[in-house]
């Protein structure tokens, strides 16, 4: 096929789907190579499909991929944004690219890799704080449900805190409509219950929270901290002058309130030392702890607790007990999250028998009812043991969503062999662009079953890799166009040096002797075990790798990951294809990963190569359950 007509007969869909069905519009952020993108266009009800609107990543291969299967293959007009979602233009760029469109249902999956079980974590690590800006577009677009996913490590870092915070901002996005009649209520308890400097504080720490336009949180700050000065101007009336002024630990607490209030600055010197630590790759040296030293010197909870400490060390505002019990509450409040301050005030609440009442307000004031679920990949017909943890935000006009019920039974599930058996008749250092007769092995024939879409067993269905080739998006869209790869963004404005063609992704190493001895002993052991690390050695085959898995052909795989040859074939003793593990991933053959297929050392970061699109997604199929449940409950 030619080049322009690949172009220019873009697929289309159906009017036979879109007939009858409202439109759903979502957005996906940290979309990578789209693995929840293609589950939700797989997903539709009887009355609703999902309109893609808009996706965004940091990545330009990322942007690449996107572009040429949803722009060129599917026909979409899905807009792509290339920037940092914490640039502070990128909330700027987004409203703006939206337009007047009203976003339904978004969806991302910030990068894990800093709390993730398979590696070292770190603290001041700039991943972390992509949540927060996930959560900022969230405030911004008030979706009517918002999905978030990771990996299941987030659970159990910082013990569980990380998670805890994570909850807490979540419930802490408020529906603007019931906030006056949350700060009548507010006001008057705490008239009943505080002295008049900690009503004052506690309802400027609310309103500085609540407020959605930066320059009146701005001045609600200053008139906390106006407070707190005044309050400690009080409290030092008695004491000397020339010894308020020259006492360090006085000194700590007036400036330690003055760095309090100058929130804004530190966050920007933390970003930036927290962005420099990234692009210098400081860790596991001896700059990693001075650098984290300093970053948690600058933090609220160190600036508050030197405060804390410093009041308790001055002996002459022993004397004014009240109000120095009062400062502390106050710096102490001022630390804390929106809903750690809901907390506090369900205790004053229940105080004052109010407790009815209190819950009533926050069920209107929370936007959001925020489930969480561990979800295993395996349950909807992904060949491969894959948990993600999944956060579900339902906001309160919508129907709370619990759970995203299996698709296949435990018995039912789809084998690796299913999965990639038929794309087994590739060699060493091969490149193969079309399908080709497998070698068969009997002794798995028997699993080799039909099924529905979702893997659910079905006589009138297709087998798992039949699926694969045929494509499951069928039901939305004509396929008039053959998949095709381009190298980077320029060959595909220009039109030059396209590749079409029958299979894509599936290219071999040209393995040495040596490794492909290695690779053939371990799965002859059966997997990388010691007893296989001392024969390997014996044999002079030793290896510096951590990890090799051998895939078995009767169960599912362990986690896809980025590294192509901690796979090994079950059968043919080598590395993996992009392609099989795409399977693995459970995406459509049709789906074509583009740019470099493998790179290495850091790289991997920038360039972002196939095999790294490939292990970072989300399995479509898993997406295409969780768009699914959303469906079926979105009003």
Request: hydrophobic fraction near 35%.
């Amino acid at each position: 096929m030619g080049q322009d007509k690949v172009r220019d007969k873009a697929m289309a869909q159906l009017k036979a789907f879109i007939e009858g069905r409202c439109p759903i519009t979502f957005v996906d952020l940290f979309a990578g190579a789209g693995g929840i993108s293609e589950g939700f266009l797989q997903a539709s009800t009887d009355d609703k499909y999902y309109d893609f609107i808009l996706a965004s990543d940091i990545n330009e291969n990322c942007e690449l991929t996107h572009r040429v299967r949803y722009n060129e293959q599917l026909g979409l007009d899905t807009q792509f944004i290339t920037e940092d979602i914490m640039s502070p233009s990128f909330l700027a760029h987004l409203k703006e690219a939206l337009g007047n469109k009203e976003i339904d249902v978004v969806t991302g999956g910030p990068s894990c890799q800093s709390f993730s079980l398979s590696g070292r974590r770190k603290r001041f690590d700039k991943r972390d704080g992509l949540f927060n800006h996930y959560l900022k577009v969230i405030r911004s677009l008030r979706p009517k449900y918002f999905v978030m996913e990771n990996v299941k490590g987030l659970l159990t870092k910082d013990n569980g805190k990380f998670k805890v915070e994570i909850m807490r901002e979540m419930r802490s996005i408020i529906d603007d409509k019931a906030v006056s009649s949350f700060l009548v209520f507010v006001d008057d308890l705490l008239k009943k219950t505080c002295s008049p400097f900690l009503a004052s504080v506690f309802l400027l720490k609310f309103q500085m929270e609540i407020a959605n336009e930066e320059d009146i949180a701005a001045t609600y700050k200053e008139q906390f901290f106006d407070l707190l000065d005044n309050q400690l101007r009080s409290m030092t009336r008695q004491i000397d002058y020339r010894l308020s002024k020259s006492d360090l630990y006085i000194s700590t607490i007036r400036h330690g309130l003055y760095l309090l209030r100058r929130n804004e600055q530190r966050d920007k010197i933390t970003a930036e030392i927290i962005n420099e630590k990234t692009a210098s790759n400081i860790d596991n040296d001896l700059f990693f702890e001075k650098f984290n030293d300093f970053l948690a010197t600058i933090s609220d909870e160190e600036i508050s607790s030197k405060i804390k400490f410093s009041i308790g060390q001055v002996e002459a505002l022993k004397n004014a007990s009240q109000e120095t019990e009062e400062l502390i509450k106050a710096v102490d409040l001022y630390s804390l999250s929106l809903d750690e301050c809901f907390d506090e005030l369900q205790e004053m609440a229940k105080h004052n028998d109010l407790s009815k009442k209190y819950d009533d307000i926050m069920s209107h004031l929370r936007l959001y009812n925020v489930e969480q679920m561990v979800l295993l990949s395996s349950d909807y017909g992904v060949p491969q043991n894959r948990e993600r943890v999944v956060f579900i935000g339902s906001r309160n006009d919508q129907t709370p969503i619990t759970s995203v019920p299996a698709t296949v039974r435990e018995e039912d599930k789809v084998t690796v062999y299913e999965a990639i058996s038929d794309l087994d008749f590739i060699g060493n250092g091969e490149v193969c662009t079309n399908y080709a007769k497998p070698t068969r092995q009997p002794k798995y024939d028997g699993l080799l079953r039909r099924r529905k879409v979702d893997g659910e067993i079905n006589d009138d269905g297709m087998t798992f890799a039949e699926w694969s080739k045929v494509g499951r998006l069928n039901h939305r869209f004509r396929f008039d166009c053959q998949p095709f790869y381009v190298k980077d963004l320029a060959e595909l404005k220009s039109k030059l040096n396209i590749e079409t063609s029958e299979l894509f992704n599936h290219q071999t190493s040209a393995q040495n002797k040596t490794v492909m001895q290695r690779l053939k002993v371990i799965a002859e052991c059966g997997g990388y075990t010691d007893e296989c690390k001392a024969k390997l050695k014996e044999m002079g085959l030793e290896s510096n790798k951590r990890n090799y898995f051998v895939l078995k052909a009767d169960g599912q795989s362990p986690t896809v990951v980025t590294m192509p040859d901690d796979f090994i074939h079950y059968s043919r003793h080598r590395a993996m294809t992009v392609r099989e593990m795409a399977r693995l991933q459970s995406f459509d053959d049709s789906f074509v990963f583009q740019g470099k297929r493998q790179t290495g050392g850091d790289k991997r970061k920038s360039e972002i190569p196939q095999y790294t699109l490939v292990g970072n997604a989300v399995p479509p199929l898993m997406a295409r359950a969780i768009g699914n449940e959303i469906l079926k409950h979105i009003k």
